[in-house]
Structures are given as C-alpha cells and as structure tokens.
C-alpha cells in the first residue's frame, strides 16, 4: 500500500510536469503572439506630434495685422479693450478675441448704425465700417453685461 501510494505520488508529478510544460509553452507562444501585438501599437507614437502643432496655432492668434484706417479692439477677460474709441467717419473698428470664449460685437438699438459680428474664440475677428457719424453703444449678444463704446465723428 504504501509502495503504490508512493508510486502514485510520484507519477502524478510527471504527468501534472509534463501537462504543465505544455501548457506553459502554449502560454508562451500565445504571449509572444500577443507582445508583438502590442510592439506594433506603439507604433502610432506619431499622436504626441499633434500637441505641439497646436502652441504654435494658439501664439500668432493673439496678434493680427491691422490694416489702415482701422482701429483695434480686443476681447479680454470678458471687457472690450479699449472699452471707449473715437475713431472718424469712413475707419473701421477690428474686434479681436483673445478670450477661448465666443464673442459677439453687437450694436444696440438707437446706435446710428447696426453692426452684429460673431467673434469666434482665440483669434477670431470681426470688421465693420463706421460710415455714419454718432455715438455707438455695442455689447457681447452672448454677455450683455459686456459694454463698449464707439464714438465717430464726421
Ligand atoms: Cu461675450
């Protein structure tokens, strides 16, 4: 009895052994199958390439080229900056957005003119004509509680 118990015990080794390599070297070439899986998806390091494509985008966006007989005003922190211009009849008035917020530039009802422009977000801009000669109040559509003033004088 105890001759075939120890038999037994000793048999069962080999065969859990043999079972156990089996298994373990398919374990392995699934693995190795799979690692190379993921040695291709690194690949698409490429992705990190983008972000910095995009400061560069975000910089020049703050600035703009103002052409002749114009007048600039920015969008900053939710203010028109400056937030009161004088400018003569016939000079236009170029609103740039500085802010990651959507604008507008919006005259108000009684102003000689009207004059709505959307002012997209960072670096977005909007050019009108003052051709008529008065005093405008414009605001943000978006936030009323953004107030400017034009002046033209003839
Ligand atoms: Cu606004």
């Not at 390439?49 to 007048?71: H, I, R």
């Not at 004088?86 to 609103?95: A, D, N, R, S």
């Not at 500085?98 to 977005?124: E, I, M, N, W």
């Amino acid at each position: 009895m105890r001759l075939f118990a120890g038999q037994g015990r000793i048999r069962t080794p080999f065969w859990l052994f043999s079972l156990l390599i089996a298994i373990a070297l398919g374990i392995a070439g699934c693995g190795g199958a799979s690692g190379t899986g993921s040695t291709t998806t690194p690949t698409p390091t490429a992705t990190p390439t983008t972000p910095p494509t995009e400061v560069p985008t975000t910089a020049p966006s703050s600035t703009v080229t103002v052409p002749p007989n114009t007048v600039l005003v920015r969008i900053i922190n939710f203010k028109f900056l400056p937030s009161a211009v004088t400018i003569k009849k016939g000079m236009k008035v170029l609103w740039l957005n500085t802010a990651d917020t959507d604008h507008t530039a919006t005259s108000l009802s009684g102003d000689p003119a009207s004059f709505d422009g959307p002012v997209g977000a960072s670096g977005g801009t909007f050019t009108f004509t003052f051709t008529v000669a008065g005093t405008y109040n414009y605001h943000c559509a978006i936030h009323p509680s953004m107030l400017a003033t034009i002046t033209v004088t003839s």
